[in-house]
């Protein structure tokens, strides 16, 4: 079955950094963009970076642009979300999706910035 599977988050201190990493198994991997999504406590969830299935391009929310940096190793089918500069307003559980029509949320891995 398909399976989306976050990992790497955990607590930093503010302006600190964290690589999320979603592996991925189940399907052709290296047809599919895959974007990584977040959600706050009482927020909705959130669009944050997209990459291409090749990888060739990328897409970030103005939140995060010049901060993340998503990237894939197709040959690994894992997908990745380089943070830096990380602020407290990116505390959130962060997810890893595929539009395959097989595709259920996960998890996610919780990111908290904080003191």
């Known amino acids: 079955q398909v399976q989306l599977v976050e990992s790497g988050g955990g607590l930093v201190q503010p302006g600190g950094s964290l690589r999320l990493s979603c592996a991925a198994s189940g399907f052709a991997f290296s047809s599919y963009a895959v974007s990584w999504y977040r959600q706050a406590p009482g927020k909705e969830r959130e669009l944050v970076a997209v990459i291409t299935n090749t990888g060739g391009s990328t897409n970030y929310a103005s939140s995060v642009k010049g901060r993340f940096t998503i990237s894939r190793d197709n040959a690994k089918n894992t997908v990745y979300l380089q943070m830096n500069s990380l602020k407290p307003e990116d505390t959130a559980v962060y997810y890893c999706?595929?539009?395959?029509?097989?595709?259920?949320w996960g998890q996610g891995t919780q990111v908290t910035v904080s003191l």
């Open positions: 999706y595929a539009p395959n029509r097989q595709f259920r």
